[in-house]
């Protein structure tokens, strides 16, 4: 049941990814997903060398099932420390997140073996990371939480889907079985999931983060580059607001970066909690195990109401 090449590719049961997290997807959710057929994907974006190699032992004690780590190539020196760790720990699947575009990430991956799955946010992305030999693609559009794109997935997953030859895994605003079984009509072969799992009980966001998850409205959420220099949705804040309305009205370099500051400042009352739009479709803390549940059994409920058979054919199970 809902067996596509995601599962004989990374050998998990379900063709279900959580995205990697920072600050919310620590070893106990990495391996809840992985026991319950899934695939856990542990952050290292801003942690050190040492944390890794702990998380991923860690890890290990919690589940012998396939896991991936995510590298974000903030610079040659980060991706090769990153890489010779997850290489003699033996992890054998990494995803790859937004950072440097020069830096051959999938080739060096790559050449060491691994199984190497890009986060991309076009189709010129998907073709470049296809020709330096990435193993499936994942497109993630814009209503995605964490750093972001302009496309949103329905109109990116069909077209990456059509540029490339490897399998395609959707993200971006996908929480429940509707959103999966959409992404499989669209032709992708699975989907990574962020924003939903931080309102588990295994997630490590700390409390007040998940609370903020679990009240967001759909509208509640916003993009803004104050927080890592690059494109990040989300939860909105007021001084987030007040640094993008300036920077939309024109404000000098001068005027932003006391913007800036003062977000910092105040970023410990206002408190970020990085989350995408389906956060207004979350509205309950549940196990891990309970939400993979709820998506399987509710993608196979759905195929009957629609007419449709699941099968085991490989990249785009609805057609
Ligand atoms: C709190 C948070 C932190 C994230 N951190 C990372 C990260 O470190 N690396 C990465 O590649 N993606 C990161 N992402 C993106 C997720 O891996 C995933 O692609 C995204 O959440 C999917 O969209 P959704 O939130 O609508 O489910 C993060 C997302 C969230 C919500």
Known sequence: MLHTALCDLLGVRFPIIQGAMQGAGGPRLVAAVSNAGGLGVLPTFGGTALQLRAD?????????????????????DFLLSRTRIVIEAGVRIVTTGRGDPGTPIVSMLKEAGIIVLPVVPSVAHAL????????????????????????????????????????????GGIGDARGLVAALALGACGVQIGTRFIATEESDAPAWFKQKVLEARETDTMVTAALTGKTVRTIATPALREYEQALRRGATEDELRALRSRHRRTEAGERVAVAGQIAGMVNRISTVAAVIDELVQGAAELYERLGLELSDRAHAPLT
């Not at 780590?69 to 610079?75: A, D, K, L, R």
């Open 128 to 171: 470049r990371v296809e020709a330096e030999g990435a193993d499936a693609i994942i497109a993630s559009g814009g209503e995605a939480g964490g750093h972001v794109g302009q496309v949103a997935t329905m109109p990116l997953v069909p077209q990456v889907v059509d540029a490339v030859g490897v399998p395609v895994v959707a993200a």
């Open 56 to 76: 991923i032992a860690r890890t290990r004690d919690l589940t012998d099932l396939p896991f991936a780590v995510n590298i974000t190539p903030i610079g040659a």
